[in-house]
Antibody, heavy 122, light 108 residues
Framework: QITLKESGPTLVKPTQTLTLTCTFS??????????VGWIRQPPGKALEWLAV???????RYSPSLRRRLTITKDTSKNQVVLTMTYMDPVDTGTYYC??????????????WGQGTLVTVPS | SYELTQPPSVSVSPGQTARITCSGD??????AYWYQQKSGQAPVLVIY???KRPSGIPERFSGSTSGTMATLTISGAQVDDEADYYC???????????FGGGTKLTVL
């Protein structure tokens, strides 16, 4: 059974760096073709893909946020960490991590964590 | 940047068929995926690889594609199906991973 859970601060001040941890079970990030991604959702708005890390340590980032994001993994702890620099009130939202699969060149996410709400006050 | 376009809202009566569309230039080449998100909950995958249904998803959920449009169909929609629905795919290169703007389904 695949499960994921996000953890991190609920409140981040403008210009600070956000660090979120995804702790998962039911799969290993050392297994071929496995990946973990991050997706966020501002209140009342659509989902937005942020980043994904693969079993071979390859990484992909949203082009619009690439300069602010870093994704890493700790396979011994079954964790993936996302950092986002220079936080702004527009970054307020729920941040999800999710298990990634692939099919015909498309990454997709089949199991999601419950999400964690991050607020950046203005 | 690549975009997937969905109608903001769809409304049906219980028992009717709901159809939610998603248009994108790369959909003839790339699979479409559909997520259901109920209020306050995480998204749930309801359709993958255009037409496949994950284990545990009711048979009334189905997917189809035609050219640059993917469609999620809910046959005999139930009140419990009220949710936001998002399509997802990538651009032709596979580099841009994109969600549609979401469609709010009302069943009443």
């Amino acid at each position: 059974q695949i499960t994921l859970k996000e953890s991190g601060p609920t409140l981040v001040k403008p210009t600070q760096t956000l660090t979120l941890t995804c702790t998962f079970s039911g799969f290993s990030l050392t297994t071929n073709a496995v990946g973990v991604g991050w997706i966020r959702q501002p209140p009342g708005k659509a989902l937005e893909w942020l980043a994904v890390i693969y079993w071979n340590d390859d990484k992909r980032y949203s082009p619009s946020l690439r300069r602010r994001l870093t994704i890493t993994k700790d396979t011994s702890k079954n964790q993936v960490v996302l950092t986002m620099t220079y936080m702004d009130p527009v970054d307020t939202g729920t941040y999800y991590c999710a298990h990634r699969r692939t099919s015909r060149g498309v990454d997709y996410f089949d199991f999601w964590g419950q999400g964690t709400l991050v607020t950046v006050p203005s | 940047s690549y975009e997937l376009t969905q109608p903001p809202s769809v409304s049906v009566s219980p028992g009717q068929t709901a159809r939610i569309t998603c248009s994108g230039d790369a959909l003839p080449k790339k699979y479409a995926y559909w997520y259901q998100q109920k209020s306050g909950q995480a998204p749930v995958l309801v359709i993958y690889e255009d037409i496949k249904r994950p284990s545990g998803i009711p048979e009334r959920f189905s997917g189809s594609t035609s050219g640059t449009m993917a469609t999620l169909t809910i046959s005999g929609a139930q009140v419990d199906d009220e949710a936001d629905y998002y399509c997802y795919s990538t651009d032709s290169s596979g580099n841009q991973r994109v969600f549609g703007g979401g469609t709010k389904l009302t069943v009443l």
